[in-house]
């Protein structure tokens, strides 16, 4: 437990970091990769220009064009952040069961787990080839890494817990969303400059993704192996 406590304390601080610069200098914030030579030369982003999805004109996987204002919302955007920071850190030490589990009870199992797939998210926009073609092998390989974590969760909870059914299976695909594509669109809000536009519409896209492995997933080892065991 005290290992959660200090990463919770850990991303809440880099958190504000984030905001503080961001707000207050009005830049992205690049100077935290400097050092690692990871930076892009000719934009000063990580990445930006050679890995694809970060043009000026992007494709609206979910929502319409007209659904709202393609531009940047600093309010609405450091409201949704802190919000889910917030609930998430009250459902950690409130102990609230859902679905007969606790936040801890979810994550405990699979913390190893849930690192790798923090570390897959972070290469994504910190690797770069510096070439199209090796980028977006790159990408693909990352995105099947993460998918990957999330079937090896649910059977780790299934096997964990006798009583693991499919809404436990449910909140394991919400947690994962958050987990995976909430630190993405951060990542390409805060440090890419993306809109708000952009980042609710990939965070939905992103999570669907991440809830059609997971439901996937549970019915295979709930409804097939589980019962084949039994």
Request: zero cysteines.
């Amino acid at each position: 437990m005290l290992y959660w406590i200090i990463g919770i304390i850990v991303v809440v601080l880099g958190g504000f970091f984030v905001f503080h610069n961001y707000v207050y200098n009005e830049k992205p914030i690049t100077k935290v990769f400097a050092v690692s030579g990871l930076i892009n030369p000719r934009t000063q982003l990580l990445g930006e220009g050679v890995n694809p999805g970060f043009g000026a004109e992007w494709r609206k996987n979910i929502f319409p064009d007209n659904f709202m204002a393609d531009t940047r919302n600093d309010s609405l955007f450091f409201f949704i952040f802190t919000s889910t920071i917030a609930v998430f850190l009250f459902l950690f030490f409130s102990k609230i069961k859902i679905f007969g589990k606790t936040l801890i009870e979810y994550l405990s199992p699979i913390k190893k787990l849930i690192l790798g797939a923090v570390l897959i998210v972070i290469s994504q926009y910190t690797v770069n080839f510096y070439s199209p073609f090796w980028d977006n092998i790159f990408l693909r390989l990352s995105q099947l890494g993460w998918e990957i974590i999330i079937v090896a969760s649910i059977y780790k909870l299934v096997k964990t817990y006798a009583d693991f059914n499919f809404g436990n299976v449910l909140i394991t695909g919400v947690l994962y969303s958050f987990i995976i594509h909430g630190l993405k669109v951060s990542i390409r809000y805060m440090i890419y400059g993306k809109t708000i536009f952009y980042a609710l519409d990939r965070f939905l896209y992103g999570s669907l993704l991440v809830m059609a492995v997971t439901i996937a997933s549970g019915v295979v080892f709930l409804y097939i192996w589980k019962k084949g065991e039994v």
